[in-house]
């Protein structure tokens, strides 16, 4: 199985702040990897596809970036709506396998 | 707009069985692959299973492999997963979700399995 391992497990941040969250393969998956964004309570959201495509209705200050093993997550300008726990997960191969999460909380 | 209603969540002793189902609407069901993700308390997101647009294909985590069985039947729009043998591990709140090329892009609100005597 791919295993996916994010970090880091938590950041503090202020509205306005760019954060970037990262998240490694333990083996090459393309550009076969998705981040999902979930609030207490809540289903996850779909956010970024295949790396690095934007789903259709998310803020552009959401963007994906990287291939093969490493992928970034960054929000360019934290909104007070983006704390949450952002997730990675591998779409390369069955079974598919999601990072452990970051959760972005307020500084 | 696409929805997605698990139910058949509950209290259920270890070794017993539960079937949860996912009724969908919203969208062509027949031409999209559905997954079961699942939660549990204060944890991550773990993926279970997975059948095919056309029902050809099926996999399963590990995890619960030779316990749980996805189904779905086109006439309903709605797919389920067979759990037995659950053990208290399995407690968590089982997402139902549609399949994307590269990921999983709509989900349910999820229904809580508790698995305790």
């Known amino acids: 199985d791919i295993q996916m391992t994010q970090s880091p497990s938590s950041v503090s941040a202020s509205v306005g702040d760019r954060v970037t969250i990262t998240c490694r393969a333990s083996?090459?998956?393309?550009?076969?990897l998705a981040w999902y964004q979930q609030k207490p309570g809540k289903a996850p959201k779909f956010l970024i596809f295949?790396?690095?495509s934007l789903q259709s209705g998310v803020p552009s200050r959401f963007s994906g970036s990287g291939s093969g093993t490493d992928f970034t997550l960054t929000i360019s300008s934290l909104q007070p709506e983006d704390f949450a726990t952002y997730y990675c997960?591998?779409?390369?191969?069955?079974?598919?396998?999601f990072g452990g999460g970051t959760k972005v909380e307020i500084k | 707009q696409v929805q997605l209603v698990e139910s058949g969540g509950g209290v259920v002793q270890p070794g017993r069985s539960l079937r949860l189902s996912c009724a969908a609407s919203g969208f062509t069901f027949s031409s999209y692959g559905m997954h079961w993700v699942r939660q549990a308390p204060g944890k991550g997101l773990q993926w279970v299973a997975v059948?095919?647009?056309?029902?050809?294909?099926?996999y399963y985590a590990d995890s619960v492999k030779g316990r749980f069985t996805i189904s779905r039947d086109d006439s309903k729009n709605t797919v389920y997963l067979q759990m037995n043998s659950l053990r208290a591990e399995d407690t968590a709140v089982y997402y139902c979700?549609?399949?994307?090329?590269?990921?999983?892009?709509?989900w349910g609100q999820g229904t809580l399995v508790t698995v305790s005597s």
């Open positions: 083996q090459g998956i393309s550009s076969w």
């Open positions: 997960q591998q779409a390369n191969s069955f079974p598919l396998t």
């Open positions: 295949a790396a690095s």
């Open positions: 059948i095919w647009y056309d029902g050809s294909e099926k």
């Open positions: 979700a549609r399949g994307h090329r590269s990921g999983i892009d709509f």
